[in-house]
T-cell receptor
Framework: EAQVTQNPRYLITVTGKKLTVTCSQN?????MSWYRQDPGLGLRQIYY???????DKGDVPEGYKVSRKEKRNFPLILESPSPNQTSLYFC???????????????FGPGTRLTVL | EDQVTQSPEALRLQEGESSSLNCSYT??????LFWYRQDPGKGPEFLFT???AGEEKEKERLKATLTKKESFLHITAPKPEDSATYLC??????????????FGTGTLLAVQP
C-alpha cells in the first residue's frame, strides 16, 4: 500500500529537549515536504526537498532542521523546541511528475506535538 | 505578498443542495493550483491539480475550475460523506525553479441529511 508514515503520532516534551520526527514514504517519490497546521493559520510549509541532499526553506523554517540522506526518509529535527512549536505536523511526498512538483501529493497521518 | 484566500470559511448545505467553494490567489505566475480534502484528525487527501486558466477537472460530485485569479470547487448534489474541510494551495511559477506551496485556510463544509 502506498503510504507516508510518521513517528511518533503524539509527543509531549519540554522546552529545549531535542527531538526528531521521522517521515518515510514507500512510493519512490523525489519530492518531500514538512508542514505545520495551526488553527486560523492553516497549513504552512516548513521545509521541502527536491531529492537526496537537496533541501530548501519553506515559509516557516525557523527553529527546524531537516536532512535527506535517503530518498525514502525525511526527518524533521527540533534542536531546542519551544512552546510556539506546539502544533500538528504533516509530512508529504510527491513524484514530481508533470509541470508541478506537488502534483498528487500524499500526506502522512500527522504528528501532534506539545512543547511544555 | 503572495496570498491564497478561501471563502466562505464555513458552509452548511442540505443533502442534494449544490454549491461552490472559492479560492482566490495572487501570485506572479501560477505553476499549479491544488485542491485537497481533509477529514478531522487526518492528513489532507489530494483531489485535483489545475495548471492553466480554463482547465476543469471532475471526480464524482466534485468539479474544479480555474481562471486567472481564482478557482472554484463545485459540489453537485452533495451527500453527508462530503462533509470535510476543503483546502486550496498554490505553487508559484518563478524562473522555472521549484517553489514553495502556499495553502489557504480552508472551507469547512457540513452536509446535513
Amino acid at each position: 500500500e502506498a503510504q507516508v508514515t510518521q513517528n511518533p503520532r503524539y509527543l509531549i516534551t519540554v522546552t529545549g529537549k531535542k527531538l526528531t520526527v521521522t517521515c518515510s514514504q514507500n512510493m519512490n517519490h523525489e519530492y518531500m515536504s514538512w508542514y505545520r497546521q495551526d488553527p486560523g493559520l492553516g497549513l504552512r510549509q516548513i521545509y521541502y526537498s527536491m531529492n537526496v541532499e537537496v533541501t530548501d526553506k519553506g515559509d516557516v523554517p525557523e527553529g527546524y532542521k531537516v536532512s535527506r540522506k535517503e530518498k525514502r526518509n525525511f526527518p524533521l529535527i527540533l534542536e531546542s523546541p519551544s512552546p510556539n512549536q506546539t502544533s500538528l505536523y504533516f509530512c508529504a511526498s510527491s513524484s514530481g511528475a508533470g509541470p508541478s512538483s506537488y502534483n498528487e501529493q500524499f500526506f502522512g497521518p500527522g504528528t501532534r506535538l506539545t512543547v511544555l | 505578498e503572495d496570498q491564497v484566500t478561501q471563502s466562505p470559511e464555513a458552509l452548511r448545505l442540505q443533502e442534494g443542495e449544490s454549491s461552490s467553494l472559492n479560492c482566490s490567489y495572487t501570485v506572479s505566475g501560477l505553476r499549479g493550483l491544488f485542491w485537497y480534502r481533509q477529514d478531522p484528525g487526518k492528513g489532507p487527501e489530494f483531489l485535483f491539480t489545475l495548471y492553466s486558466a480554463g482547465e476543469e477537472k471532475e471526480k464524482e460530485r466534485l468539479k474544479a475550475t480555474l481562471t486567472k485569479k481564482e478557482s472554484f470547487l463545485h459540489i453537485t448534489a452533495p451527500k453527508p460523506e462530503d462533509s470535510a474541510t476543503y483546502l486550496c494551495a498554490v505553487q508559484e511559477n518563478y524562473g522555472g525553479a521549484t517553489n514553495k506551496l502556499i495553502f489557504g485556510t480552508g472551507t469547512l463544509l457540513a452536509v446535513q441529511p
